[in-house]
Structures are given as C-alpha cells and as structure tokens.
C-alpha cells in the first residue's frame, strides 16, 4: 500500500511561497518550511529531494504568478500589450515585493539566466512595427525602456519610493515617447 504524507507537494509549496513573501526568500529553510506547516522538516522531505529543490519550485512557481499578473494585464486591455508588460512588471513589485526580488533582483551570476526569446522578440517586433524601426535598433530600444521599469519596479520592490499606477504609466509614456522621438530622428547612438 502507497505510503500516505500529511501534506501534499502543493501545500508544502504554498507553505514555501508564504514563508517567502513574509520573510524573503532567505527565510525559507527546513525548519522554517516545517513551522510554517505546524510539523517538523520531515514532511517536506516526503515530496522534495532537498531544499534545492524546494528553492527551484519556488522560483518556478513565482515565475508562473509573474506570468499570470502579465498576461491578465494585456487580456484587461487598459494599456497597449507592449505599455502592459512594463506595468504588469511594476504592478507585481508592488503587490509581489518578496516574489519580485527572488525573480529579478537577486543575484544571478552563478546562473546559466534563460531568457524567454519568443516573449522578448515579440516585444521587440511591436516596438519595431509601433516605431517603425528596425528590428536591431528595435532591440537596443527594449533594452534601454526595460532598464527604465526595472528601475521604477525595484524603487518599489524596496520601499525606496512609492510610485502609484498614474505615476508609473506617465513615467513609461515619457520615456517610450522620448526614446521613439530618438529613434525615429537618428537611431542607436554609441556615446
């Protein structure tokens, strides 16, 4: 007969993601996880090889919320898809801070990073059909307004400034429109 756990891999995964965005992602150890569930750590081992594994499932489950928070605000329609990217960024800092910090702001030079080409190329295909630039100069384009909601995202994320959904939306239309502005009256500089 199957062995029976107390606690589903789902539950310990929800118990994790809690721990997280209460305490951050440093937080979350064995012992912490089993308080988190009312039990010991041996609960957490029923269903995951080690704490690797449960940071890995973590990090995949706070990549499919970011997903979700992006998707539902293009589907919303509010902004244009590619203005909507940039502000469901921002609005995952602001509601996510914890999840947020684990995704984009820690420290990643131990890891092989996996951007995600077809969500990266076609943002760069709308910027260049919405420019109508080319795809090269469309790509540094991307770089450099991703850069710009970074920034708003992790003055947010920190508590450094707190920007409302106005604030930010002026802010990303300010920069889009300037850097369009650039491109289309001289492209990509080197200086």
């Not at 914890?98 to 092989?112: I, N, P, V």
Request: proline fraction near 3%; charge should be neutral.
């Amino acid at each position: 007969m199957p062995r029976s756990y107390m606690f589903t891999k789902e539950q310990v995964l929800d118990a994790a993601i809690e721990l997280t965005r209460e305490k951050g992602f440093s937080a979350v150890s064995a012992r912490s996880l089993g308080e988190q569930l009312g039990t010991t750590s041996r609960p957490i081992f029923s269903h995951f090889e080690n704490m690797a594994d449960v940071q890995k499932g973590i990090i995949s489950a706070a990549n499919k919320l970011y997903q979700s928070f992006r998707a539902e605000e293009i589907a919303s329609g509010k902004y244009v898809p590619y203005k909507a990217s940039g502000m469901a960024y921002i609005r995952f800092a602001k509601e996510e801070k914890e999840l947020f910090k684990l995704l984009f702001m820690r420290d990643r030079s131990g890891e092989q990073i996996k951007e995600n080409p077809e969500e990266m190329e076609a943002l760069i295909g709308l910027i260049a059909k919405q420019v109508n630039i080319d795809k090269e100069a469309a790509r540094f384009f991307y770089l450099e307004m991703w850069a710009y909601t970074h920034g708003i995202a992790s003055m947010i994320a920190t508590g450094f400034y707190e920007w409302d959904e106005p604030l930010a939306s002026r802010a990303l239309t300010d920069v889009y429109e300037g850097l369009k502005h650039r491109y289309k009256n001289g492209g990509v500089r080197n200086d």
